[in-house]
């Protein structure tokens, strides 16, 4: 069993995991509406590995004995200028997320629970790549630079993305 303080914390990622699966469906209806469907398909992905983290946090509050909470999910914003715009907020929304998955090993810490430290180890390394990953594509979209032939290009190397789900080890 984790402590109350971190079952608390942990539950709270949960909800942040949720929401930011939430967050990226919203971006993945923007797209569609914007007749930019691979673009849409990068964010569906994204949507589905947001909801793979948070089953990890559920899944790893169970087997610690500790209570899963729902909690609401917060209202995503629905509109956004441009490609541009959503893609600089995919990659300000993962550098919050990370700053939220350091405080929970700051948490872990100061509590001496090294077996929670050891389980928040995947999403430290895991935030390393998702802000790869995000800053990719706004590297892409930058270099577009609001050419539809340019957007084009970027939404058809987009729309090959597949989520692979990880297997429970990893
Ligand atoms: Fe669950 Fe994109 O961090």
């Given at each position: 069993m984790v402590s109350e303080n971190m079952q608390a914390a942990l539950n709270k990622q949960m909800n942040a995991e949720l929401y930011s699966a939430y967050l990226?469906?919203?971006?993945?209806?923007?797209?569609?509406?914007?007749?930019?469907p691979g673009f849409a398909?990068?964010?569906?992905?994204?949507?589905?590995?947001?909801?793979?983290?948070?089953m990890k946090f559920y899944d790893y509050l169970v087997q610690r004995g500790s209570r899963v909470m729902?909690?609401?999910?917060e209202k995503p914003q629905s509109q956004?200028?441009?490609?541009?715009a959503v893609s600089e907020h995919?990659?300000?929304?993962e550098?919050?997320?990370?700053?939220?998955?350091?405080?929970?090993?700051d948490i872990a810490v100061e509590e001496k629970d090294h077996a929670t430290n050891n389980f928040l180890q995947y999403f430290v390394a895991e935030q390393v790549e998702e802000e790869e990953s995000a800053g990719?594509?706004?590297?892409?979209?930058?270099?577009?630079?609001n050419s539809p032939t340019g957007l084009?290009?970027?939404?058809?190397?987009l729309g090959k993305r597949v989520f692979t789900p990880s297997t429970p080890e990893e």
């Open positions: 990226y469906l919203a971006m993945a209806a923007y797209y569609e509406d914007s007749d930019l398909n990068w964010m569906i992905a994204q949507a589905q590995e947001e909801m793979s983290h948070a729902l909690d609401a999910i956004w200028k441009s490609a541009l995919v990659l300000e929304h550098k919050l997320v990370t700053s939220m998955i350091n405080n929970l090993v990719g594509v706004l590297q892409k979209v930058k270099l577009a630079n084009l290009l970027v939404d058809s190397e």
